[in-house]
Protein backbone atom coordinates (compact mmCIF):
# COMPACT_ATOMS: atom_id res chain seq x y z
CA UNK A 1 0.00 0.00 0.00
CA UNK A 2 1.11 3.46 -1.04
CA UNK A 3 2.26 5.52 2.31
CA UNK A 4 -0.06 8.94 2.10
CA UNK A 5 3.53 10.97 1.63
CA UNK A 6 4.11 9.25 -1.75
CA UNK A 7 1.14 11.35 -3.29
CA UNK A 8 1.93 13.74 -5.69
CA UNK A 9 2.20 16.88 -3.53
CA UNK A 10 -0.61 18.97 -5.37
CA UNK A 11 -2.91 16.17 -4.48
CA UNK A 12 -1.23 15.82 -0.90
CA UNK A 13 -1.93 19.43 -0.44
CA UNK A 14 -5.45 19.47 -1.75
CA UNK A 15 -5.85 16.52 0.81
CA UNK A 16 -4.51 18.49 3.90
CA UNK A 17 -6.51 21.40 2.82
CA UNK A 18 -9.72 19.98 4.27
CA UNK A 19 -8.14 19.30 7.90
CA UNK A 20 -9.55 21.56 10.40
CA UNK A 21 -6.79 24.21 12.07
CA UNK A 22 -6.92 23.01 14.99
CA UNK A 23 -5.83 19.27 13.49
CA UNK A 24 -3.25 21.08 11.48
CA UNK A 25 -1.32 22.46 13.95
CA UNK A 26 -0.75 18.51 15.29
CA UNK A 27 -0.38 17.22 11.80
CA UNK A 28 2.42 20.17 11.05
CA UNK A 29 4.40 18.05 14.01
CA UNK A 30 4.48 14.64 12.88
CA UNK A 31 6.83 14.66 9.50
CA UNK A 32 9.21 17.12 7.72
CA UNK A 33 6.83 16.86 4.22
CA UNK A 34 3.76 17.76 6.27
CA UNK A 35 5.18 19.98 8.20
CA UNK A 36 5.82 22.05 4.97
CA UNK A 37 2.43 21.55 3.75
CA UNK A 38 0.58 22.56 7.15
CA UNK A 39 3.03 25.92 7.71
CA UNK A 40 1.39 27.02 3.57
CA UNK A 41 -1.60 26.25 5.07
CA UNK A 42 -1.57 27.66 8.84
CA UNK A 43 0.07 30.96 7.47
CA UNK A 44 -1.36 31.95 3.91
CA UNK A 45 -3.31 34.80 5.37
CA UNK A 46 -1.50 37.48 8.22
CA UNK A 47 -4.20 39.67 9.62
CA UNK A 48 -2.18 42.67 11.35
CA UNK A 49 -4.28 44.84 13.64
CA UNK A 50 -3.01 48.11 15.59
CA UNK A 51 -2.56 46.07 18.46
CA UNK A 52 0.82 44.77 20.76
CA UNK A 53 -0.63 41.35 20.31
CA UNK A 54 -0.80 41.86 16.57
CA UNK A 55 2.36 43.08 16.15
CA UNK A 56 4.18 40.53 18.25
CA UNK A 57 2.54 37.67 16.25
CA UNK A 58 3.72 39.60 12.50
CA UNK A 59 7.52 39.84 13.78
CA UNK A 60 7.54 36.63 14.90
CA UNK A 61 6.74 35.18 11.45
CA UNK A 62 8.94 38.36 9.59
CA UNK A 63 11.98 36.64 11.66
CA UNK A 64 11.11 33.35 10.58
CA UNK A 65 11.92 32.90 6.70
CA UNK A 66 10.20 29.60 6.15
CA UNK A 67 6.61 31.24 7.77
CA UNK A 68 7.09 34.27 5.66
CA UNK A 69 7.48 32.34 2.22
CA UNK A 70 3.80 30.85 3.32
CA UNK A 71 2.06 34.31 3.64
CA UNK A 72 -0.34 34.90 0.11
CA UNK A 73 -2.79 37.10 1.45
CA UNK A 74 -2.72 39.96 3.83
CA UNK A 75 -5.42 41.74 5.95
CA UNK A 76 -4.89 45.45 7.18
CA UNK A 77 -7.79 45.97 9.56
CA UNK A 78 -7.23 49.57 11.03
CA UNK A 79 -9.52 49.28 13.82
CA UNK A 80 -9.20 47.16 16.37
CA UNK A 81 -12.99 46.49 17.06
CA UNK A 82 -15.65 47.86 15.39
CA UNK A 83 -16.50 51.32 17.04
CA UNK A 84 -19.20 51.99 18.92
CA UNK A 85 -22.48 54.04 17.25
CA UNK A 86 -21.73 56.98 19.79
CA UNK A 87 -18.26 56.55 19.89
CA UNK A 88 -16.56 60.07 19.07
CA UNK A 89 -13.09 59.81 19.99
CA UNK A 90 -10.83 60.66 17.11
CA UNK A 91 -8.72 57.80 16.61
CA UNK A 92 -4.90 57.78 15.44
CA UNK A 93 -2.37 55.87 13.10
CA UNK A 94 0.17 54.71 15.25
CA UNK A 95 3.61 54.71 13.94
CA UNK A 96 4.05 51.15 15.37
CA UNK A 97 1.20 50.07 12.84
CA UNK A 98 2.68 52.38 9.98
CA UNK A 99 5.95 50.45 10.79
CA UNK A 100 4.97 47.27 10.83
CA UNK A 101 2.68 47.82 6.85
CA UNK A 102 5.88 49.28 5.87
CA UNK A 103 8.46 45.63 7.11
CA UNK A 104 5.76 43.46 4.64
CA UNK A 105 8.09 44.73 2.15
CA UNK A 106 10.07 41.58 3.13
CA UNK A 107 7.33 39.22 2.54
CA UNK A 108 7.76 38.21 -1.01
CA UNK A 109 4.67 35.86 -2.20
CA UNK A 110 2.08 37.95 -1.43
CA UNK A 111 -0.90 37.87 -3.84
CA UNK A 112 -3.47 39.54 -2.23
CA UNK A 113 -3.82 42.49 0.13
CA UNK A 114 -6.71 43.72 1.53
CA UNK A 115 -7.89 47.49 3.87
CA UNK A 116 -10.32 47.12 6.24
CA UNK A 117 -12.03 50.76 7.67
CA UNK A 118 -14.81 51.54 9.95
CA UNK A 119 -18.03 51.70 8.49
CA UNK A 120 -18.78 55.08 9.45
CA UNK A 121 -16.92 57.91 7.41
CA UNK A 122 -17.80 61.98 7.22
CA UNK A 123 -16.42 65.39 6.39
CA UNK A 124 -17.25 67.05 9.76
CA UNK A 125 -18.25 70.13 7.67
CA UNK A 126 -21.51 70.24 9.71
CA UNK A 127 -21.16 70.56 13.60
CA UNK A 128 -24.86 68.96 13.93
CA UNK A 129 -23.35 65.65 12.28
CA UNK A 130 -21.56 62.92 14.83
CA UNK A 131 -17.80 62.81 14.29
CA UNK A 132 -16.69 59.76 12.75
CA UNK A 133 -13.50 58.41 14.64
CA UNK A 134 -11.51 57.72 11.53
CA UNK A 135 -11.52 61.32 9.86
CA UNK A 136 -10.38 62.17 6.36
CA UNK A 137 -6.91 62.19 7.10
CA UNK A 138 -6.57 59.26 8.99
CA UNK A 139 -7.81 57.52 6.21
CA UNK A 140 -5.91 59.13 3.61
CA UNK A 141 -2.71 58.30 6.11
CA UNK A 142 -3.84 54.73 6.02
CA UNK A 143 -4.04 55.06 1.97
CA UNK A 144 -1.14 56.69 1.60
CA UNK A 145 1.18 54.03 3.72
CA UNK A 146 -0.80 50.44 2.41
CA UNK A 147 0.08 51.92 -1.54
CA UNK A 148 3.72 52.68 -0.49
CA UNK A 149 3.85 49.40 0.61
CA UNK A 150 1.59 47.28 -2.56
CA UNK A 151 3.79 49.56 -5.25
CA UNK A 152 6.98 48.67 -3.41
CA UNK A 153 6.78 44.87 -4.35
CA UNK A 154 8.89 42.95 -6.54
CA UNK A 155 6.13 40.69 -7.86
CA UNK A 156 2.69 42.06 -9.05
CA UNK A 157 -0.33 42.76 -6.68
CA UNK A 158 -2.82 39.91 -8.27
CA UNK A 159 -6.09 40.57 -5.85
CA UNK A 160 -6.76 43.91 -4.01
CA UNK A 161 -9.73 44.76 -1.80
CA UNK A 162 -10.68 48.11 0.21
CA UNK A 163 -13.40 47.63 2.51
CA UNK A 164 -15.20 50.48 3.84
CA UNK A 165 -14.08 53.15 1.14
CA UNK A 166 -14.93 56.46 1.65
CA UNK A 167 -16.56 58.52 -1.49
CA UNK A 168 -13.56 60.98 -1.14
CA UNK A 169 -11.54 61.58 -4.11
CA UNK A 170 -7.61 61.24 -3.57
CA UNK A 171 -5.97 64.57 -4.56
CA UNK A 172 -2.50 63.60 -3.52
CA UNK A 173 0.36 62.60 -6.73
CA UNK A 174 2.50 60.16 -4.71
CA UNK A 175 -0.73 58.14 -3.37
CA UNK A 176 -1.94 58.50 -6.89
CA UNK A 177 0.59 57.26 -8.43
CA UNK A 178 1.39 53.95 -6.23
CA UNK A 179 -2.38 53.39 -6.78
CA UNK A 180 -1.87 53.32 -10.50
CA UNK A 181 1.46 51.26 -10.86
CA UNK A 182 -0.89 48.54 -8.32
CA UNK A 183 -3.91 48.91 -9.92
CA UNK A 184 -2.79 48.08 -13.34
CA UNK A 185 -1.44 44.53 -13.02
CA UNK A 186 -4.70 43.19 -11.02
CA UNK A 187 -6.22 40.69 -11.93
CA UNK A 188 -9.18 41.00 -9.11
CA UNK A 189 -10.70 44.10 -7.26
CA UNK A 190 -12.97 44.53 -4.63
CA UNK A 191 -14.58 48.03 -3.51
CA UNK A 192 -17.00 48.33 -0.86
CA UNK A 193 -17.71 52.29 -0.63
CA UNK A 194 -19.13 54.11 2.04
CA UNK A 195 -21.27 57.36 2.18
CA UNK A 196 -21.23 60.20 4.93
CA UNK A 197 -25.03 60.30 6.19
CA UNK A 198 -27.57 62.82 7.47
CA UNK A 199 -27.08 61.81 11.53
CA UNK A 200 -29.14 64.77 12.88
CA UNK A 201 -31.71 63.61 15.39
CA UNK A 202 -35.52 64.60 15.79
CA UNK A 203 -33.79 67.45 18.61
CA UNK A 204 -32.31 69.09 15.81
CA UNK A 205 -34.08 71.98 14.20
CA UNK A 206 -36.36 70.87 11.43
CA UNK A 207 -34.53 72.76 8.87
CA UNK A 208 -31.68 70.19 9.02
CA UNK A 209 -33.94 67.62 7.59
CA UNK A 210 -35.07 69.16 4.25
CA UNK A 211 -31.66 68.99 2.35
CA UNK A 212 -31.23 65.90 0.94
CA UNK A 213 -27.81 63.68 1.32
CA UNK A 214 -26.89 64.79 -2.18
CA UNK A 215 -27.10 68.22 -1.49
CA UNK A 216 -25.22 67.94 2.10
CA UNK A 217 -22.64 65.84 0.85
CA UNK A 218 -21.24 67.15 -2.66
CA UNK A 219 -18.37 65.05 -2.92
CA UNK A 220 -20.16 61.82 -3.32
CA UNK A 221 -20.98 62.44 -6.75
CA UNK A 222 -17.29 64.43 -7.38
CA UNK A 223 -16.62 60.60 -6.42
CA UNK A 224 -18.38 58.33 -8.42
CA UNK A 225 -17.96 60.94 -11.61
CA UNK A 226 -14.01 59.69 -11.49
CA UNK A 227 -14.06 56.16 -10.27
CA UNK A 228 -14.12 54.45 -13.58
CA UNK A 229 -10.93 56.88 -14.45
CA UNK A 230 -9.01 56.08 -11.10
CA UNK A 231 -9.97 52.91 -10.27
CA UNK A 232 -11.15 51.12 -12.96
CA UNK A 233 -9.54 51.76 -16.18
CA UNK A 234 -5.84 50.95 -14.88
CA UNK A 235 -7.30 47.35 -13.98
CA UNK A 236 -9.07 47.27 -17.75
CA UNK A 237 -6.44 44.95 -19.27
CA UNK A 238 -6.34 42.49 -17.22
CA UNK A 239 -9.37 42.46 -14.51
CA UNK A 240 -10.86 39.20 -14.07
CA UNK A 241 -13.37 39.92 -11.38
CA UNK A 242 -15.06 42.98 -10.30
CA UNK A 243 -17.28 43.96 -6.88
CA UNK A 244 -18.89 47.68 -6.55
CA UNK A 245 -20.63 47.57 -3.21
CA UNK A 246 -22.18 50.60 -1.83
CA UNK A 247 -23.92 51.37 1.53
CA UNK A 248 -26.54 53.70 -0.29
CA UNK A 249 -28.03 53.84 -3.75
CA UNK A 250 -25.69 53.93 -6.29
CA UNK A 251 -25.79 53.75 -10.05
CA UNK A 252 -28.51 56.56 -10.66
CA UNK A 253 -27.33 59.19 -7.86
CA UNK A 254 -24.76 59.71 -7.41
CA UNK A 255 -24.52 58.71 -11.05
CA UNK A 256 -22.00 55.74 -12.11
CA UNK A 257 -20.74 55.53 -15.57
CA UNK A 258 -19.60 52.18 -15.96
CA UNK A 259 -19.84 52.49 -19.78
CA UNK A 260 -16.76 54.27 -19.96
CA UNK A 261 -14.85 51.19 -19.12
CA UNK A 262 -14.56 47.55 -20.56
CA UNK A 263 -13.22 44.72 -19.34
CA UNK A 264 -12.21 42.21 -22.38
CA UNK A 265 -10.77 39.46 -19.56
CA UNK A 266 -13.90 39.67 -17.34
CA UNK A 267 -14.97 36.38 -15.65
CA UNK A 268 -16.94 37.68 -13.01
CA UNK A 269 -19.12 40.74 -11.66
CA UNK A 270 -20.62 41.60 -8.15
CA UNK A 271 -22.52 44.49 -8.17
CA UNK A 272 -24.29 45.67 -4.67
CA UNK A 273 -27.04 48.06 -3.88
CA UNK A 274 -26.55 49.64 -7.74
CA UNK A 275 -29.93 50.93 -9.60
CA UNK A 276 -30.45 49.86 -13.08
CA UNK A 277 -32.53 52.54 -15.03
CA UNK A 278 -31.65 52.90 -18.32
CA UNK A 279 -30.90 50.16 -20.97
CA UNK A 280 -27.01 51.18 -21.26
CA UNK A 281 -26.22 49.65 -18.22
CA UNK A 282 -27.84 46.06 -18.99
CA UNK A 283 -25.61 46.54 -22.42
CA UNK A 284 -22.36 47.34 -20.39
CA UNK A 285 -23.24 43.80 -18.63
CA UNK A 286 -23.75 41.91 -21.65
CA UNK A 287 -20.50 44.19 -23.37
CA UNK A 288 -19.00 40.81 -21.32
CA UNK A 289 -20.16 38.02 -22.56
CA UNK A 290 -17.37 36.66 -24.27
CA UNK A 291 -15.80 35.87 -21.11
CA UNK A 292 -18.69 36.59 -18.44
CA UNK A 293 -19.10 33.68 -16.28
CA UNK A 294 -20.05 34.58 -13.06
CA UNK A 295 -22.61 37.58 -12.20
CA UNK A 296 -24.05 38.56 -8.77
CA UNK A 297 -26.71 41.42 -8.21
CA UNK A 298 -26.48 41.69 -4.41
CA UNK A 299 -29.63 44.40 -3.17
CA UNK A 300 -30.09 45.72 -6.64
CA UNK A 301 -32.98 47.84 -7.77
CA UNK A 302 -34.86 48.95 -11.22
CA UNK A 303 -35.81 52.62 -10.82
CA UNK A 304 -39.16 52.20 -12.65
CA UNK A 305 -39.85 55.83 -12.09
CA UNK A 306 -37.65 59.19 -11.73
CA UNK A 307 -37.68 62.87 -11.41
CA UNK A 308 -35.47 65.78 -11.20
CA UNK A 309 -35.35 69.43 -10.38
CA UNK A 310 -34.86 71.40 -13.60
CA UNK A 311 -31.60 72.22 -12.18
CA UNK A 312 -30.38 68.73 -11.94
CA UNK A 313 -31.80 67.25 -15.15
CA UNK A 314 -28.68 67.62 -17.48
CA UNK A 315 -26.54 66.30 -14.90
CA UNK A 316 -28.06 62.56 -14.50
CA UNK A 317 -27.90 60.80 -18.35
CA UNK A 318 -30.99 62.37 -19.58
CA UNK A 319 -31.71 65.59 -21.69
CA UNK A 320 -34.85 67.15 -21.04
CA UNK A 321 -36.25 66.32 -24.39
CA UNK A 322 -36.28 62.77 -22.80
CA UNK A 323 -38.42 63.39 -19.82
CA UNK A 324 -41.92 65.35 -19.28
CA UNK A 325 -43.54 67.48 -17.09
CA UNK A 326 -46.52 66.10 -15.13
CA UNK A 327 -49.61 67.62 -14.24
CA UNK A 328 -49.99 67.62 -10.52
CA UNK A 329 -54.50 67.05 -9.05
CA UNK A 330 -55.00 70.72 -9.42
CA UNK A 331 -53.96 70.27 -13.66
CA UNK A 332 -50.81 72.81 -12.12
CA UNK A 333 -47.68 71.82 -13.63
CA UNK A 334 -45.44 69.32 -11.13
CA UNK A 335 -41.93 69.88 -9.55
CA UNK A 336 -39.20 68.67 -12.11
CA UNK A 337 -39.22 66.66 -14.70
CA UNK A 338 -39.88 63.13 -15.11
CA UNK A 339 -38.59 59.94 -16.84
CA UNK A 340 -40.37 56.23 -16.77
CA UNK A 341 -38.16 52.72 -17.60
CA UNK A 342 -39.86 50.39 -18.99
CA UNK A 343 -38.03 47.46 -18.57
CA UNK A 344 -38.44 44.73 -15.77
CA UNK A 345 -36.21 42.30 -14.14
CA UNK A 346 -37.45 39.79 -16.61
CA UNK A 347 -36.60 41.34 -19.77
CA UNK A 348 -32.53 41.41 -17.73
CA UNK A 349 -32.85 37.59 -17.16
CA UNK A 350 -33.91 36.89 -20.75
CA UNK A 351 -31.03 39.27 -21.64
CA UNK A 352 -28.32 37.21 -19.86
CA UNK A 353 -29.82 34.15 -20.43
CA UNK A 354 -29.47 34.87 -24.67
CA UNK A 355 -26.70 37.31 -24.66
CA UNK A 356 -24.24 35.55 -21.94
CA UNK A 357 -23.74 32.56 -23.72
CA UNK A 358 -20.51 31.58 -20.71
CA UNK A 359 -22.39 32.21 -17.83
CA UNK A 360 -22.80 29.38 -15.22
CA UNK A 361 -22.92 31.24 -11.99
CA UNK A 362 -25.91 33.73 -11.29
CA UNK A 363 -27.40 34.88 -7.72
CA UNK A 364 -29.91 37.62 -6.98
CA UNK A 365 -31.05 38.63 -3.09
CA UNK A 366 -29.33 40.26 -0.68
CA UNK A 367 -26.35 39.58 1.84
CA UNK A 368 -25.89 40.23 5.35
CA UNK A 369 -25.07 44.25 6.21
CA UNK A 370 -24.58 43.52 9.80
CA UNK A 371 -21.44 44.82 9.73
CA UNK A 372 -21.42 47.31 7.68
CA UNK A 373 -21.00 46.55 3.24
CA UNK A 374 -20.58 43.19 2.54
CA UNK A 375 -17.23 41.86 1.95
CA UNK A 376 -15.96 38.74 -0.10
CA UNK A 377 -19.84 37.06 0.57
CA UNK A 378 -20.76 36.57 -2.92
CA UNK A 379 -21.31 32.82 -1.93
CA UNK A 380 -23.35 33.83 1.83
CA UNK A 381 -26.03 35.77 -0.21
CA UNK A 382 -29.28 34.98 0.34
CA UNK A 383 -30.76 34.35 -3.23
CA UNK A 384 -34.38 35.32 -3.69
CA UNK A 385 -36.52 38.19 -5.14
CA UNK A 386 -37.26 41.26 -2.58
CA UNK A 387 -39.83 43.38 -2.14
CA UNK A 388 -37.13 46.17 -2.93
CA UNK A 389 -36.25 44.93 -6.32
CA UNK A 390 -38.16 48.05 -8.08
CA UNK A 391 -38.65 51.28 -6.49
CA UNK A 392 -38.60 55.30 -7.84
CA UNK A 393 -36.35 58.23 -7.40
CA UNK A 394 -37.82 61.60 -6.64
CA UNK A 395 -35.53 64.80 -6.55
CA UNK A 396 -36.61 66.61 -3.31
CA UNK A 397 -37.86 63.44 -1.30
CA UNK A 398 -35.93 63.75 2.34
CA UNK A 399 -33.60 62.58 3.89
CA UNK A 400 -33.01 60.16 0.75
CA UNK A 401 -35.13 60.62 -2.78
CA UNK A 402 -35.25 56.96 -3.06
CA UNK A 403 -38.31 55.58 -2.12
CA UNK A 404 -38.84 51.61 -2.28
CA UNK A 405 -42.36 50.60 -3.49
CA UNK A 406 -44.32 47.38 -2.24
Given at each position: ???????????????????????????????????????????????????????????????????????????????????????????????????????????????????????????????????????????????????????????????????????????????RKNMTKVLRDLRSLRLSIVSEHNTATTEDPAELWNQDRFSLFPESQS????????????????????????????????????????????????????????????????????????????????????????????????????????????????????????????????????????????????????????????????????????????????????????
Amino acid sequence: MIHITALPSELLTLIVSYVDPSSLKNLRQTCRLLSYITIQLLFETLKLYPTEGSYEIMDEILTGSTLGDAVKKVYINTREHPYDSDDEEEAYFPKEFENRISRLKTLSKVQNAVLQFDKRCGVSRHHWISKPPQTVAFRKKALSVFFEWLASLKVALQSLGIQHLQDINIKNDEIRKNMTKVLRDLRSLRLSIVSEHNTATTEDPAELWNQDRFSLFPESQSFFTKLPSVWLKPTASSLEHLTLFCDTWFGFRPKLELSEVHFPHLKSLVLGNFTFFQDSQLEWILSHGATLSELSLDDCMILYDLSLFEDNADEYSFSKDEMELRLEDEGEAGYGYYYSYNKRWHHYFDAFRKRLPHLRHFRIGTSDWTHGVPFETESEMRIGLLEERYGVCYDGWVPTPYVEVS
